[in-house]
C-alpha cells in the first residue's frame, strides 16, 4: 500500500545539475528519516545523504558542498539536489523513508524504484 515513486533522473553533462524527488504515498501514519542512496554499475550501494525530521543532514564526503538533501512534508516528500555533478555521480539513485502506516507502531523502511542517474559528455 505505501509506494515510493521516484522521479528527475537522466542524462546530464560534467557540471551540470539536476533534482530528485521521491514521494510517498498510501497508509501513512508518520514519517522519520528520509535518505538517498545510489549504486553505481558492479559497485556496492552507498548512502549519499539523509535527513532527520529536525532537518539534520548528513552526506557522504565526496558529495558535500555539491549536493543538497531537503523534505516537504505536507507533501511526503524528500529531495536530493545535485549540482556540478561528475562522471563518478553515475549510479542508479535510490530513495528510502521510514514510515509507520499506524499508531504506536515503529514502522519501516520502505524503497523507491530507483532512477538512473547518467553523467556524461
Known amino acids: 500500500q505505501v509506494q515510493l515513486v521516484e522521479s528527475g533522473g537522466g542524462l546530464v553533462q560534467p557540471g551540470g545539475s539536476l533534482r530528485l524527488s521521491c514521494a510517498a504515498s498510501g497508509s501513512i501514519f508518520s514519517m522519520s528519516v528520509m535518505g538517498w542512496y545510489r549504486q553505481a554499475p558492479g559497485k556496492q550501494r552507498e548512502l549519499v545523504a539523509l535527513i532527520n525530521n529536525a532537518g539534520n543532514t548528513n552526506f557522504l564526503d565526496s558529495v558535500k558542498g555539491r549536493f543538497s538533501i531537503s523534505r516537504d512534508n505536507a507533501k511526503n516528500t524528500v529531495y536530493l539536489q545535485m549540482n556540478s555533478l561528475e562522471n563518478e555521480e553515475t549510479a542508479v539513485y535510490y530513495c528510502?523513508?521510514?514510515?509507520?502506516?499506524?499508531?504506536?507502531?515503529?514502522?519501516?523502511?520502505?524503497w523507491g524504484q530507483g532512477t538512473q542517474v547518467i553523467v556524461s559528455s
Open positions: 528510502n523513508i521510514w514510515i509507520a502506516t499506524f499508531a504506536n507502531s515503529p514502522g519501516k523502511a520502505y
